[in-house]
């Protein structure tokens, strides 16, 4: 039994390194409790199709390592009352948790931890699953580990159950729309359907649903950059040629309030600077020339009516993207999606697909 005031110091870092802390918990916590929340701020605040969050107790605050320091942090208030604010890297994007407005409460962001071992965290709730309208996540990950995870919504009369209703969009040619926005409304910008043309390019014709010629494809991303990008164990990406977002963007990625950043040479990423979502990501294979770019567009700030799944826009890919980084990061979790996203596809297509995408 560990001794009462024994504690073991848990080291989180974001991608360019601004962000570099540890937290000292009691031993007597470990595994902290994770939960997976779905709601849309948590989506639409990252980007991602949910968030990784653990509570911890009042007073335990991070000690900041090197020349990283609180000041490099970007917090975001929302005006949705629940007094607190969302906080990341003013340089990569990372999201770093929700802190309370006094700073005395953190709740951290569980995947930019360097160890998320079953030792020091464990997954065990969704939380808000029926924001998502479609489950997303939550109808494929349900069990890690042979455990089954507990879900958890507010009551119907709980103002935080209100769902953010979405609206189909048409464009100035009367054809289908796909809003995709921040949770702050910095970055906003609708996406086309695969025209004729883009069915006709050998390029771009690579990222049409091999399904359905009106939809695109989707897949789940648990790479390590993306990891350390976002904040959130996996990434959603859908794949759109960048001719076909509206207004206009260019290849420097630069729209509204978005800020960009790279994790190496020949890759660009670009997240909202004032409320943290991821937005984009391409890079050199996917620009080869301006009527050929093509961008990843982070599904989690998709406003498909259906759900964040968006599957009146998009067929999804069966096998998560860098499957083996996800895994060798957090096991359950990595296994989980993987089996579960074969279930689901399974169930929605009749059989996986594993078409390689681009």
């Excluded at 009352?81 to 990569?92: A, E, I, K, L, V």
């Excluded at 048409?170 to 996406?191: M, P, Y």
């Excluded at 069915?199 to 939809?215: A, Q």
């Excluded at 996203?341 to 594993?354: F, L, P, T």
């Amino acid at each position: 039994m560990a001794d009462a005031g024994e504690t073991k110091t848990l080291e989180a870092k974001c991608s360019c390194g601004d962000v570099h802390l540890t937290f000292d918990v009691p031993v007597s916590l470990l595994p902290l409790p994770v939960y997976l929340c779905h709601c849309s701020l948590c989506r639409y605040a990252t980007g991602s199709p949910c968030t990784f969050h653990t509570a911890l107790p009042e007073g335990l605050l991070p000690k900041f390592l090197g020349d990283s320091s609180e000041e490099k942090l970007t917090s975001w208030l929302s005006h949705d009352g629940r007094g607190c604010t969302y906080d990341f890297c003013s340089r990569c994007g990372c999201h770093v948790g929700g802190v309370s407005i006094d700073r005395k409460q953190w709740t951290p962001t569980t995947s930019i931890f360097t160890d998320h071992g079953p030792e020091n965290f464990k997954i065990g709730q969704h939380v808000f699953s029926e924001s998502a309208k479609d489950g997303g996540i939550s109808s494929m990950v349900t069990h890690i580990r042979g455990q089954q995870l507990g879900s958890w919504n507010p009551a119907a009369d709980d103002p935080t159950a209100k769902l953010v209703e979405s609206k189909a969009e048409v464009g100035e040619d009367g054809e289908e729309r796909l809003r995709a926005q921040c949770q702050c409304g910095g970055v906003s910008f609708t996406i086309r359907r695969p025209t004729q043309a883009v069915l006709d390019d050998p390029v771009l014709s690579k990222f049409v649903s091999p399904r359905d010629k009106t939809k695109w494809m989707g897949l789940y991303d648990i790479c390590n950059d993306c990891r350390l990008v976002t904040g959130t164990h996996v990434v959603g990406w859908t794949f759109v040629p960048l001719s076909l977002c509206e207004p206009r963007i260019d290849t420097t990625l630069k729209i509204g309030t978005s800020k960009t950043y790279s994790t190496s040479e020949g890759v660009l990423r670009s997240f909202c600077g004032t409320c943290g979502a991821t937005v984009f990501f391409t890079c050199t294979e996917r620009r080869p020339n301006e009527a050929q770019t093509v961008v990843d567009i982070a599904t989690g700030i998709l406003r498909a009516p259906e759900g964040v799944m968006a599957e009146n826009w998009l067929t999804w890919r069966t096998r998560p993207a860098y499957l083996a980084s996800g895994v060798g990061y957090d096991k359950g979790f990595g296994e989980a999606l993987d089996e579960g996203m074969k279930r689901w596809a399974v169930d929605k297509y009749g059989e996986e697909i594993n078409d390689e995408v681009g």
